[in-house]
C-alpha cells in the first residue's frame, strides 16, 4: 500500500524562525507535493516536483522554499517564519501523471504553529 | 456546493440518510476526484470520475460529472456515522501534474 510519512507531526517555532518539513513516500511516485490547509479554504498548493532536483511552483508560493532531494523525499522550508504560516501541512505523492488514476496519497499531515 | 474562496459548507444528517454534495469548477477538467478525509488524518480518495464518463458508482457512492455546467456531484446512500468526514472534490484543469481542491463539505452523520 501506498505510503507517505511526514515529520514533525507537530512543530511550535517563534516568528523569524528556520523550519524545515520532512516528507518520504515509498511508492516509487515521481510527483510530490506540500499543501498548507486552513479552516474555510481547502487544501492550498505551496509547491511540487515531478523528480529529484525538479521544483514549481504551487499556487500560495511566498514565504517557502522546497527541495526533491531524491525520489522519496521533499522538504518544504520556512527560512523566516511568519504568524500567517500557522496551518496545517500535508504532502502528498501521486503516480505519473496521464496513468490510469492521478490519485494523490496523502501523509498524516503536520501542524505547525508560528508563535 | 464548494469552490474557490468558499467557507466550508456543512451538513448534519441521521445516520441512514442519503446526502449529496455539490462542487463546482472554473474551466476545463480532465477527470474530478473526491477526497475524503477523516478528523487527524490527510485526506483519502474515493472515487474518480473522468470528463467522458456521466455517472460513476462505487459501492454507496455515486458521483455524477456534468462538463457542460461544469459541476459534479458527490452522492452517499445509507449514511453511517463513519462517515462523518469532510469531503472535497479536486480538478486537473487541464495542468499536468497540478490538483485544484475546493473549499470542502462536512459532513456530520448522527447515529
Known amino acids: 500500500e501506498a505510503a507517505v510519512t511526514q515529520s514533525p507531526r507537530n512543530k511550535v517555532t517563534v516568528t523569524g524562525g528556520n523550519v524545515t518539513l520532512s516528507c518520504r513516500q515509498t511508492?516509487?511516485?515521481?510527483?510530490m507535493y506540500w499543501y498548507r490547509q486552513d479552516t474555510g479554504h481547502g487544501l492550498r498548493l505551496i509547491h511540487y516536483?515531478?523528480?529529484?532536483?525538479?521544483?514549481q511552483i504551487g499556487d500560495v508560493p511566498d514565504g517557502y522554499k522546497a527541495t526533491r532531494t531524491t525520489q522519496e523525499d521533499f522538504f518544504l522550508l520556512l527560512e523566516l517564519a511568519s504568524p500567517s504560516q500557522t496551518s496545517l501541512y500535508f504532502c502528498?505523492?501521486?503516480?505519473?501523471?496521464?496513468?490510469?488514476?492521478?490519485?494523490?496519497?496523502f501523509g498524516p499531515g503536520t501542524r505547525l504553529t508560528v508563535l | 456546493s464548494q469552490w474557490g474562496e468558499e467557507n466550508l459548507q456543512a451538513l448534519s444528517i441521521q445516520e441512514g440518510e442519503d446526502v449529496t454534495m455539490n462542487c463546482s469548477y472554473k474551466?476545463?477538467?480532465?477527470?474530478v476526484q473526491w477526497y475524503r478525509q477523516k478528523s487527524g488524518k490527510g485526506p483519502a480518495l474515493i472515487i474518480l470520475?473522468?470528463?467522458?464518463?456521466r455517472e460513476k458508482r462505487s459501492g454507496r457512492l455515486r458521483a455524477t460529472l456534468d462538463t457542460s455546467s461544469q459541476s459534479s456531484s458527490l452522492s452517499i446512500t445509507g449514511t453511517l456515522a463513519t462517515d462523518t468526514a469532510v469531503y472535497f472534490c479536486?480538478?486537473?484543469?487541464?495542468?499536468?501534474?497540478?490538483?485544484?481542491f475546493g473549499s470542502g463539505t462536512r459532513l456530520q452523520v448522527y447515529a
Open positions: 474551466t476545463y477538467t480532465t477527470v
Open positions: 516536483s515531478y523528480g529529484a532536483g525538479n521544483l
Open positions: 470520475i473522468r470528463s467522458n464518463e
Open positions: 502528498a505523492s501521486s503516480d505519473e501523471w496521464g496513468r490510469s488514476s492521478y490519485e494523490q496519497y
Open positions: 479536486a480538478t486537473d484543469e487541464g495542468v499536468v501534474g497540478q490538483l485544484t
Open positions: 511508492n516509487s511516485h515521481n510527483y
